[in-house]
């Protein structure tokens, strides 16, 4: 459609049922989560309060949006990122995921949310990240029907830079660096597994001797994981020999814990390095990540590790967990 004046003219315009579209303006943490990326952010619209869903009314498609900047009126601004087709919801379980979900986005199973299953559509992609509209003075009324709720366009550009001005006013952007995504996702993780490690303390001490007794393979997922984190190497000795490495978990939760094989619960090692870690012989000091090798091996081969600072790209608290029962508890 040529020029069109408002949003719905632009759905009718693509053959999209305007009386079935759900208008969503997403707030500060959608655009947290789209400064993540499309894949961050379809995971994020997943999960939604069950008491004020948007999806409760069945629609069949939904337009999502990002805030923009104020206009001088004071009225509120949305930036278009996407449209999806929604294909079902239920209360949410974390053992039925949907279908645009990350792992690393895990949200509380006792928390009242449901979730709901969608696929983003090709329609309107073109206009994906460069069409802003006029939300109006009501930016709290976040889920509206596209077919009574008309909102003028008021810009129409074309890329990313469009889509940065339009929201610079705002002091925001869609730009995120990798070393920011991983930032971000360190940041994530580390939360967990503090959150996880304060509801299990009474658990980890029976965990990490149950521990002793076997020889935890860990591969699969959570070795990719971790390969893909430190590269195929031992994050302590350096060695490159893929027979060699095994995936160590820093806190032992218990399996089925969802945080459990979060990349940041896990080391990269050696196979002997890693029954050293696993028998408190050997640590990592978690504010300087140096080596820590128990005083009864410092005589042998493994005492010259001792006190090497290395790039360990894992949660301070899981660590410092670690290190204090090396230390004696």
């Not at 039925?96 to 895990?106: F, G, K, N, T």
């Not at 469009?162 to 660096?177: C, D, H, I, K, R």
């Amino acid at each position: 459609m040529a020029n069109p004046k408002d949003f719905t003219d632009l759905l009718l315009g693509a053959g999209i049922d305007a009386a079935a579209t759900k208008l969503l303006r997403h707030d500060r943490r959608g655009l947290s989560a789209m400064k993540q990326g499309r894949d961050w952010f379809g995971s994020f619209i997943s999960i939604q309060s069950a008491a004020n869903s948007p999806f409760r009314t069945a629609p069949r498609y939904a337009a999502h949006f990002v805030p923009s900047m104020p206009l001088p009126n004071g009225s509120s601004t949305a930036v278009f990122v996407g449209l999806t087709e929604v294909l079902d919801r239920w209360p949410w379980d974390p053992d039925h995921l949907p279908r645009l979900w990350l792992a690393e986005d895990q949200k509380n199973p006792e928390d009242d949310n449901e979730a709901v299953d969608q696929d983003w559509l090709d329609a309107l992609a073109e206009y994906d990240g460069q069409l802003v509209v006029d939300w109006g003075f009501a930016p709290r009324a976040w889920h509206q029907w596209a077919h009574d709720n008309r909102k003028p366009i008021i810009q129409l550009g074309s890329g990313e830079e469009a889509l940065n001005e339009a929201m610079s006013a705002a002091g925001v952007t869609l730009t995120m660096s990798a070393a920011e995504k991983f930032d971000e996702t360190l940041k994530y993780e580390d939360r967990e597994l503090q959150r996880e490690i304060g509801k299990n303390r009474d658990n980890i001490e029976r965990q990490y001797r149950q521990q002793l007794t076997e020889v935890r393979q860990g591969q699969g997922k959570f070795r990719k994981a971790l390969i893909q984190r430190y590269g195929t190497k031992c994050c302590v000795t350096g060695c490159t020999v893929p027979e060699a490495l095994e995936a160590a978990h820093i806190i032992p939760f218990k399996d089925g814990l969802s945080c459990r094989d979060l990349p940041s619960n896990g080391l990269l090692l050696r196979r002997d390095i890693h029954r050293l870690f696993d028998l408190f012989l050997f640590s990592i000091e978690p504010q300087s990540c140096s080596v820590w090798i128990s005083p009864a091996l410092r005589g042998s081969e493994f005492g010259e590790l001792h006190g090497q600072q290395v790039e360990i790209l894992a949660s301070t608290h899981a660590l410092a967990e670690h290190f204090a029962q090396a230390q004696g508890g």
